[in-house]
């Protein structure tokens, strides 16, 4: 089974500043299309859980540009260019390429 | 778009229950469909999901063999039965619209939730 990993599990950010999280999987995520099966997802306070990349770097729906996928095989980044207030939450990111999928154990942002 | 789920509550070790999703808003049968829980305090655990004719499913290896996903596209509607529950499923269960077929578009949609306590 796949692995899934974060770094940091905490980071305090300063509105307007900038915030990176790794996250590293076990084994390979690049499919043979070319793709990497890798999402990341948002859970705000008090909230289900929200999509904001999928394929390592293809932003939802309504996601912001400010945040950025990047990364390919076992080493993925999320990252927002400037935070703001709403982006505080858990982050995790989560293996799609094969079953059983595995999420990270999530990395927590909050302000300073 | 929406999801909702149903079905929780509070059951004894041992004890079965039968989570559904109604989906509105969405053509839900072209979708696979997932659950995914999170235990009180933790992060979020990938449990199954099923395919668009529910012809293939997957489980995490802490359910298989006691959790079986299946669907009814006429109703638009998803199920988790959970037979031989442990403590350690206490847990909010989400289900999320999944991939298509042909192509992958993450977890676009998730419900609210519905918590399922496991306690003698």
């Known amino acids: 089974d796949i692995v899934m990993t974060q770094s940091p599990l905490s980071l305090p950010v300063t509105p307007g500043e900038p915030a990176s999280i790794s996250c590293r999987s076990s084994?390979?995520?690049?499919?043979?299309?070319?793709?990497?099966?890798l999402d990341w997802y948002l859970q705000k306070p008090g909230q289900s859980p929200q999509l904001l990349i999928f394929?390592?770097?293809s932003r939802a729906s309504g996601v912001p540009d400010r945040f950025i996928g990047a990364g390919s095989g076992t080493a993925f980044t999320l990252n927002i260019s400037r935070v703001e207030a709403e982006d505080v939450g858990v982050y995790y990111c989560m293996q799609a390429l094969q079953s059983p999928r595995a999420f990270g154990p999530g990395t927590k942002v909050d302000f300073k | 778009v929406q999801l909702a789920e149903s079905g929780g509550g509070l059951v004894k070790p041992g004890g079965s229950l039968r989570l559904t999703c109604v989906a509105s808003?969405?053509?839900?049968?072209?979708?696979?469909m997932s659950w995914i829980r999170q235990a009180p305090g933790k992060g979020l655990e990938w449990v199954s999901y099923i395919s668009t004719s529910g012809d293939s499913t997957q489980y995490a290896d802490s359910v298989k063999g006691r959790f079986t996903i299946s669907r009814d596209n006429a109703q638009n509607s998803l199920y988790l039965q959970m037979n031989s529950l442990e403590a350690e499923d206490t847990a909010i269960y989400f289900c999320a619209r999944d991939r298509r077929p042909k192509a992958y578009l993450g977890m676009g949609v998730w419900g609210r939730g519905t918590s399922v306590t496991v306690s003698s």
């Open positions: 084994q390979t995520l690049l499919h043979s299309n070319g793709y990497n099966y």
């Open positions: 808003g969405l053509t839900f049968s072209d979708f696979y």
């Open positions: 394929l390592g770097s």
